[in-house]
């Protein structure tokens, strides 16, 4: 299936987001691996997660609409902000995707979601972080913090999306604040269950 979609996204996006793309499944193989997922999910979900990136926002909103997506009023003003849904029901139309995972990881990829699963979050750290967005020593820490902290990884990537969105002077979706106090919760639970239960240690 990976010849069949390379072929199709050369057809349907420049070469520069094809790049981004194959950055995008990378990042997910490696970290689907430092974080014991499944290394073909995240593969198949990486490859896919932008297949509907250059779709006209006409396109998009009737395909949204003929799928019954909710389209609440940021995604009516923005509405690339759909595709990450209309990638997904790609992935399922055109390629045959039916692995639900799959199919949440990519629809899930810009904006995120409370209580997603590791693979989606894998996919949408992945999403900003690939090696193709630059070397900056921000990234680069982001890039280290994602090997060891999957929860921590997501919720600074999104401070580093929302303050490019704030700077932007962007509409920013709602749905990215939730996953970011979603993720930040997580991982600071993480935490105090870590020190209330520290490793056993054997004495003599």
């Not at 940021?74 to 990450?84: G, K, Q, R, S, W």
């Not at 750290?125 to 982001?142: H, K, Y």
């Not at 490793?199 to 003599?204: I, Q, R, Y």
Request: overall charge negative; glycine content about 4%.
């Amino acid at each position: 299936m990976r010849d069949q979609v390379l072929t199709w996204l050369a057809d349907n996006v420049p070469a520069s987001r094809l790049q981004h793309i194959l950055g995008v499944e990378q990042m997910s193989i490696e970290l689907a691996h430092h974080h014991c997922l499944n290394v073909e999910k995240a593969a198949q979900a990486g490859l896919m997660h932008d297949l509907a990136k250059y779709f006209s926002k006409s396109v998009l909103l009737e395909m949204a609409r003929n799928n019954c997506l909710e389209i609440d009023p940021v995604c009516e003003a923005n509405p690339h902000l759909l595709h990450a849904d209309v990638s997904a029901i790609v992935a399922k139309d055109r390629f045959g995707v039916q692995d639900e995972e799959v199919l949440q990881a990519i629809a899930l990829h810009t904006l995120g979601c409370p209580g997603m699963s590791n693979l989606s979050c894998v996919v949408f750290i992945a999403d900003t972080l690939e090696l193709g967005r630059g070397n900056t020593p921000e990234l680069e820490e982001l890039r280290r913090i994602s090997r060891q902290d999957l929860y921590k990884a997501l919720w600074l990537t999104c401070d580093y999306s929302l303050k490019f969105l704030l700077n932007s002077r962007c509409l920013i979706h709602p749905r990215t604040i939730l996953t970011r106090n979603w993720a930040l919760a997580m991982s600071s639970s993480q935490k105090t269950q870590s020190k209330d239960h520290p490793a056993d240690t054997v004495t003599a």
